[in-house]
């Protein structure tokens, strides 16, 4: 069974920043792809960023130039870092990672952690 634990969310005001991250935990396991999602109250969820374990980024385009994910295989452990943020940008984030445990893939999400914009 892997963890992930995710941390920093919080209230900012527009034009602020936070930086959220998410620490993997267990054993026997390595991460493929890490993502960040969100879901805004009454929205689907949506990807927000994902990154391959080689470093290739992909960001949706709404936060493209503002948020940036990187991830620290030493750690097991992805950051997303979001900058200008903007109301809209509101919502529960969750950790998403791909994960590989005795030769079989599973996918796991963290419990979420609430970012608030102020206007």
């Known amino acids: 069974q892997v963890q992930l634990v995710e941390s920093g969310g919080g209230l900012v005001q527009a034009g602020g920043s936070l930086r959220l991250s998410c620490a993997a935990s267990?054993?026997?396991?390595?991460?493929?792809?890490m993502a960040w999602y969100r879901q805004a109250p009454g929205k689907q969820r949506e990807l927000v960023a994902v990154i391959t374990t080689i470093g290739i980024t992909n960001y949706a385009d709404s936060v493209k130039g503002r948020f940036t994910i990187s991830r620290d295989n030493a750690k097991n452990t992805v950051y997303l870092q979001m900058n200008s943020l903007k109301p809209e940008d509101t919502a529960v984030y969750y950790c998403?990672?791909?994960?590989?445990?005795?030769?079989?893939?599973?996918?796991?999400w963290g419990q979420g952690t609430q970012v608030t914009v102020s206007s």
């Open positions: 267990g054993s026997g396991f390595s991460i493929n792809a």
């Open positions: 998403n990672a791909g994960v590989t445990q005795s030769f079989k893939r599973y996918e796991y």
